[in-house]
Nanobody, 121 residues
Framework: QLVESGGGLVQPGGSLRLSCAAS????????IGWFRQAPGKEREGVSCISRSGTVTEYVDSVKGRFTISRDNAKNTVFLQMNSLTPEDTAVYYC????????????????WGRGTQVTVSS
């Protein structure tokens, strides 16, 4: 099971740190992806991190603003989001797969239920 937390309402330019915690399996064995879905839009792959943490990927729109990291000892993956804009408003999901880093949602097996991020003044 994956559980996201850390979402909320933030003003433009603000920051949030999302967490993805795993229970029932060892997160260190999984590549983790962060996805988001805004109303009326398709789910978008935001970032991913390999099992070792040495490989990361980001969608162009968040490069330089978002940072993905993992603490395998705590069985948790994080997404630090800075300089948030209203366009970042969405439900954010984390997902797990057993292979290489990918931002393609259909390649992920396990999903959390999501956490809402709203960027508004």
């Amino acid at each position: 099971q994956l559980v996201e937390s850390g979402g909320g309402l933030v003003q433009p330019g603000g920051s949030l740190r999302l967490s993805c915690a795993a229970s029932g399996f060892t997160l260190a064995y999984a590549t983790i992806g962060w996805f988001r879905q805004a109303p009326g839009k398709e789910r978008e792959g935001v970032s991913c991190i390999s099992r070792s943490g040495t490989v990361t990927e980001y969608v162009d729109s968040v490069k330089g603003r978002f940072t993905i990291s993992r603490d395998n000892a705590k069985n948790t993956v994080f997404l630090q989001m800075n300089s948030l804009t209203p366009e970042d408003t969405a439900v954010y999901y984390c997902a797990a797969r057993g292979y290489d880093c990918s931002r393609t949602a259909s390649l992920y097996y396990y999903w959390g239920r999501g956490t809402q991020v709203t960027v508004s003044s």
